[in-house]
């Protein structure tokens, strides 16, 4: 199970550099997560200012 990026996403970036295997873009509005990249680690929930990454 993947995580997600939900609508409170504020394209701040933060989560994109933490991500171990690259799996956060920069998507229309908001940052998206490859579902079939994510290892479900929870780095970009950590470092979220707004706790969009949903795991
Ligand atoms: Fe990347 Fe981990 Fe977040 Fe998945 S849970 S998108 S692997 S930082
Ligand atoms: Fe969006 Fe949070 Fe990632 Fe910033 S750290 S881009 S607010 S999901």
Same mark, same amino acid.
């Given at each position: 199970? @993947?995580?997600?990026?939900?609508?409170?996403?504020?394209?701040?970036?933060?989560?994109?550099?933490?991500?171990?295997?690259?799996?956060?873009?920069?998507?229309?509005?908001?940052?998206?997560?490859? @579902?079939?990249?994510?290892?479900?680690?929870? @780095?970009?929930?950590?470092?979220?200012?707004?706790? @969009?990454?949903?795991?």
């Amino acid at each position: 199970m @993947a995580y997600t990026i939900n609508e409170d996403c504020i394209s701040c970036g933060a989560c994109e550099a933490e991500c171990p295997v690259n799996a956060i873009s920069e998507g229309d509005g908001k940052y998206v997560i490859d @579902a079939a990249t994510c290892i479900d680690c929870g @780095a970009c929930a950590g470092v979220c200012p707004v706790d @969009a990454p949903q795991g």
